[in-house]
Nanobody, 120 residues
Framework: VQLQASGGGSVQAGNSLTLSCAAS????????MGWFRQAPGKEREFVAR????????DYADSMEDRLAISRDTFKNTVYLEMNNLKPEDTAVYYC??????????????WGQGTLVTVSS
């Protein structure tokens, strides 16, 4: 599975941004997909995930009220809508995917990352 993330950019605090991640490859329709982020000097952290069918979603507690993850199963593309962005949301955002048979704490595929910069 190959992942291509896009949609990052520079925004002012309070604004919204939507990231996209397109999955391709033989198993692209059969993976759980998610987003992680890594801020400068910090460890990578979980942001959100969505099941293969899009029926189950999960968010990081700290961001849950500002996020919406969705999936276009026809296009094998996942979208992460981020609202009311804050300067502390500045990070490189990574798309990831997990085979349905993999343990829940393992992510098998990673995209290249897209930078989100939020200015105050």
């Amino acid at each position: 599975v190959q992942l291509q993330a896009s949609g990052g950019g520079s925004v002012q605090a309070g604004n919204s941004l939507t990231l996209s991640c397109a999955a391709s490859g033989e198993s692209a329709s059969r993976v759980t997909m998610g987003w992680f982020r890594q801020a400068p000097g910090k460890e990578r952290e979980f942001v959100a995930r969505i099941s293969r069918t899009g029926g189950t979603v999960d968010y990081a507690d700290s961001m849950e009220d500002r996020l919406a993850i969705s999936r276009d199963t026809f296009k094998n593309t996942v979208y992460l809508e981020m609202n009311n962005l804050k300067p502390e949301d500045t990070a490189v955002y990574y798309c990831a995917a997990r085979n349905v048979w993999s343990p829940s704490d393992r992510w098998d595929y990673w995209g290249q990352g897209t930078l989100v910069t939020v200015s105050s």
